[in-house]
């Protein structure tokens, strides 16, 4: 490599010869599109971590209503219930809720699930003693 800079040198020329730019170009492209593939996992990420967001809203705001409704309450009957379906930003929200009980205490699950591409849910619970 030495003798070709000393030769180079020698009939006067300067700058960089096609290969080397072409190596640089490819090494630019290779890292350009490492960050375009990051750039498409974080918009993913951001997409279910808005609907994420919207369901645990909709699921904890639900289920502080039905933990203050009286022990007695037609909404705290044992069993499944359909709570009904809630759209927001395009995506249709499944809720539902369960209502258990042991001796005097409920149990409250409640569910919401949706669908961005993939079946996706979470669930909360509580309990309510009369």
Same mark, same amino acid.
């Given at each position: ?6 030769? !180079? ?11 080397? +730019? ?19 996992? =974080? ?5 279910? =971590? ?6 645990? %809203? ?11 409704? &009286?022990?007695? =309450?037609?909404?705290?009957? &044992? /069993?499944?219930?359909?709570? /009904?379906?809630? @759209?927001?930003?395009?995506? +249709?929200?499944? !809720? @539902? ?12 699950? %409640?569910? +919401?699930?949706?669908?961005? /591409?993939?079946? !996706?849910?979470?669930?909360?619970? @509580?309990?309510? =003693?009369?």
């Amino acid at each position: 490599m030495k003798v070709y800079k000393e030769m !180079r040198e020698k009939l006067g020329q300067k700058g960089f010869t096609l290969i080397e +730019v072409f190596i640089g170009l490819v090494i630019l492209s290779v890292g350009l599109l490492a960050i375009a593939g990051l750039q498409i996992t =974080s918009v993913q990420g951001n997409f279910f =971590s808005k609907n994420l967001n919207q369901a645990t %809203y909709a699921a904890q705001d639900r289920l502080e209503s039905l933990g203050n409704s &009286p022990f007695n =309450s037609s909404q705290l009957h &044992p /069993g499944s219930h359909d709570d /009904g379906k809630a @759209t927001l930003f395009g995506i +249709v929200f499944n !809720r @539902t809720y369960t209502v258990g009980v042991n001796g005097n205490i409920k149990t409250i699950t %409640y569910t +919401v699930k949706w669908n961005d /591409g993939s079946d !996706r849910a979470i669930s909360f619970s @509580t309990f309510v =003693s009369g």
